[in-house]
């Protein structure tokens, strides 16, 4: 069976595999303290030309959002997202479970809307009962977001523009970064991310590790005795060194990156196959995230010999699907599906 | 340089690398839904002669302990353990960070005493305010404990049995369980373990796996929507596989047995040596950390070449220092080691 | 100065600063255990016509959501309230300081709608991934609703219907409930809401008293060991006396109900006076609140010699305000802002 | 029948109740924002000579305990008491619940010793895996202590400047400071709990209040957005005059002082009777508690004729029992007593 489900669905990167073989019998120190670590991060520093930033390592993606919140806000402090944002709908409580409020905007194709933002703290602001609400203390996006959009160099830079007027810090998701890194239709670099956020992730886990996510404070601003915090939200890998060697591959020779434009490369091949044989889509994503509407007698029939994502049922006969390319998905994927439509 | 420091050390068992870049290209489903993470449940449960049993894989000791006690215990309730216990001093506070408190007994060598226990029970349930101080809702031991000692049946079974006659889960931590089965000096088997607590773990970290806890609810008792308790504590793997196929492997052909015995039989050598050298022990552990007494002098000279762990300092003039081996511990690392004694 | 800024302007009804002199020097025991407590209790549950029922008496709104929700939901679950719903937005994130989500539905003059609950939970428990959401495991409504809204019986049994139907509590926030019960357009009585609801409480800070509101469990489905759940929230009083007096007081003679039913008069009366003046309501709210639509220059005038609330800015040259009634609120006040429109 | 059961049997001092009638129809706003409060206020900084402070009402020990701890730690960090202190063993896991760690150190009489913090103190700074372990980052102490004892000048200044030597705040828990302050065996004033601590309360609830504990930021340093914090907690009185109403009188002409000092001459007065008729006792309190010896027998009798609390059991022919005055202790109950004895 053909699978278009996900970005997670096979094991890692080939190198990664042969470098933790290689080194399997050195012996480490833990908890994140080994050369490979460091190594990793200062390769991640070069990457984003931030040698100021501080470069730390988690398992996952939902952990890594709800170590970030809660180590950057105070008690009680909210974090704004989009109503679509993943820590709005998709975490199972994990932000709420630590005490902190998601306070959600209307999305716009899974965006968070600079303007609609400064309106939202003008009049959080001005509010004389502020204290009996929410304090709104961070801004959480995803680049990709959920539906494979990326913002735009101009709106991140908006975004920041708000975040620093009113001291709050800008918090970017990029568990699936590279994909947004590498799309042809985007124009924010990692340094421009690094410049433009206080705190973000380049996630390993959808692309091409078997776990892992690089959490960049990019002015060596990570909050105090954030080891103690990581440990205490069960976070803190003994064997450090998997996370380390991972990433460490992922940014020797830009693997990290070339794995990913071969993603995008294979999603724009996706498409114009989805487009020639005349199907419409929800979305035009630029990512590795396809949203194609399918009349459902066709969903149900495809189904049966290929994988993919139910998204959102758009009228009674229509649904919205997901098809997500990755690292590892081959032209033999691709003429497979071809032939099935 | 020689390193007895922890049982954390190498990677993974090479079965275990192996088998990672064999099955590296199936496309399998995520959150531990893959087949790997389903027969290597099937296999634990054989072992455990627990035909009932749910098997799930978490990542880490801690945030294993943390979800455990989180997922079985009511708002507020706390959990008794040994003042040893690792719960109560070196998680960091991620018993507490989640609203519970650790109660804690007195150790004996590590080790919970039922009667002790039956005792503290007593006093707090006749004790008229007892709404006004924590429950005492579960009983928390590790096994091997903190000091390399172990239960022996009947002292499990006593405190099993002070737990069910107080209707309190009995969670057993088994971060090393494979060296406390493996020791030459227990009477405990892993099914009896199965059939004494309400829940314990299979620790994969320090017993040859690149990380990986395989938690046991030996009668299918699994608190409802355990899954989406993972979730929100951000520990649920998108790539499940990691852990199916690394318990998977250790728990085919007795593994995960063979290298315990292994560390087993390295420790009782190391422990040998350091008889015949003359070297006093602080504890006299059956299992794979040996508690070694050293004049500071001699700790100083040798800390230069070889790498262990400050234990406890003893009196002005010596200390405590442990050495553990583990599933990679080679004769060249004790024949070097004795060769600088 | 004239004042509607709220219903909670003046002391508490002076039979209750009456009762709490004639019986200061009785030697009582503490935390809900004295004889006023339970005769109150006897008062309230003849009332709702619910012999089953228990009652405990705590001090705020704001803590009586948190501890009511926290004590009846299991860890990391969530409550359904309207966007409006006073849980959602103005009580400083209580509720996710606890741990849960409050998940919101869109209000319809502040009141839940049955169906979209049922279409809401309906697709909620069709998601697949629904162990990565929030499970929405309680419904929140207030009565009257933050817009002085009522909802009529057929409404409340709908809801009531949705929820049983899925197993989950239904929790109504009566801070006002007097004022609801007391309006000429209800057909909601005490014994109904005690016969739809699992839980509710009767408001006294708003109805007369110093502070206090009365939890009632209709079926005397008590959370287990609740006074502890209230003691860990910091909300046990040692002096219950306090709350056992006051309500004792207001359900004796049917008090709480003739003081509400003054200021449901004194509203319509407002009412008529704002109608008689040309004066647009922005919601005709049938309870003790009303919402008047005033020109931004007649509101800057006003309020020099009036209290009142800002609610909303309805467009360029119009803002909503609220004028509240009460217990106390006198022919003169009504007379003296009369004289001022 | 006599009660000597706790300092919290009655209802408030008359010159309360009184002044609660008197004000009972002004209109004032809420929250804490009324006259009455800001008098009360001013009125403590002058007690405590300390014109930079910040004064703030709660409504009890418990949760003011709780509002506190949570509001001055960060995230997971850890406060320091006796065993014997309230927050340790009394309060349900308040402090546990809000996700801090009450760190224990053995008292003396309920007592912390300055040398044993400091030596607990070096221990954690300079081991290096401290970031696995709690952050001890306030030390909690009260007095007098849940024992009558009380520390003297020399003691606190001593445990103050450990704190000052790690940076961090010293709470003093002064649920019954007002009979501390009034023993007539203290050399501790008001004045230099205000320049030693930190933060601290002076407890209503206990001394003649019918609720009510005003905390003081001796400094002004107040944790930012505070009110929010205690909003949070389901603690924000709406009609907070309530509270500064009464702490208002209790500062009037030294209320709080005098009535104190009733308890202890009461008090003293008791210890005369006790020791006269030949009794022993458990610890030399010179406060309002007292811990009398008693054989059983005589325990099982006294106890069908007057009340006190259970303490310990001494051995097994005898307990320890606890006798308290209070404000409104009278001469009657004395000699009734003494009849009995």
Redesign the interface.
């Known amino acids: 069976m053909i699978?278009f489900?996900?970005d997670?669905?096979?094991?890692?990167h080939?190198a990664i595999?042969r470098r933790?073989?290689e080194?399997?019998?050195?012996?480490?120190?833990?908890y994140g303290s080994d050369p490979y670590c460091e190594s990793a991060a200062s390769k991640i520093k070069a990457a984003c030309q931030a040698p100021e930033a501080d470069v730390r390592f988690l398992?996952?993606?939902?952990?890594?959002?709800?170590?970030v919140i809660?180590?950057m806000l105070?008690?009680?402090d909210?974090v704004i997202a989009a109503d679509t944002g993943h820590i709005a709908?998709?975490?199972?409580?994990?932000i709420?479970?630590?005490?902190?409020?998601?306070l959600t905007l209307p999305h716009h194709e899974g965006k968070l809307d600079a303007e609609e933002l400064a309106a939202y703290l003008a009049v959080y602001f001005a509010d004389?009962?502020r204290?009996?609400?929410?304090?709104p203390a961070m801004v959480y996006l995803s680049h990709p977001t959920e539906y494979g959009t990326l913002y735009r160099k101009e709106e991140l830079t908006a975004i920041a523009s708000v975040c620093r007027r009113y001291g709050m810090p800008l918090f970017l998701d990029g568990a699936r970064l590279g994909y947004g890194l590498m799309s042809y239709d985007t124009d924010l670099t990692l340094p421009d991310i690094a410049a433009l956020c206080d705190v973000f992730y380049i996630g390993g886990?959808?692309v091409g590790a078997?776990?892992g996510e690089a959490v960049v404070f990019p002015r060596g601003n990570t909050p105090?005795?954030f080891?103690?915090?990581v440990?205490?939200?069960?976070?803190?890998?003994?064997?450090g060194?998997?996370l380390g060697i991972q990433f460490d591959v992922l940014f020797t020779d830009g693997l990290y990156f070339s794995i990913s434009r071969h993603a995008i490369d294979m999603a724009e091949k996706l498409k114009a196959i989805f487009r020639e044989k005349g199907y419409a889509f929800h979305i035009d994503s630029p990512t590795n995230q396809i949203f194609v509407i399918l009349e459902n007698e066709v969903m149900e029939q495809l189904r049966e010999k290929v994988?993919f994502s139910?998204w959102e049922r758009l009228d009674e006969h229509r649904t919205v699907v997901r098809f997500a390319t990755g690292w590892?998905t081959t032209e033999e994927d691709l003429a497979a599906l071809e032939a099935l439509l």
Not at 8 to 12: I, S
Not at 59 to 67: A, C, E
Not at 96 to 102: A, D, F, L, W
Request: charged share 20%.
């Open positions: 699978s489900a996900s997670y669905l096979e094991g890692a080939e595999l933790l073989a080194t399997n019998y050195e012996k480490l120190s833990g398992v996952g993606g939902t952990q890594t959002n709800q170590i809660a180590a105070s008690e009680g909210g709908g998709h975490e199972a409580g994990a709420e479970y630590t005490g902190h409020k998601v004389e009962n204290e009996h609400m929410v304090l886990t959808k078997l776990c105090k005795r080891l103690s915090t440990k205490r939200h069960g976070a803190l890998l003994a064997k060194r998997l994988s139910f590892a």
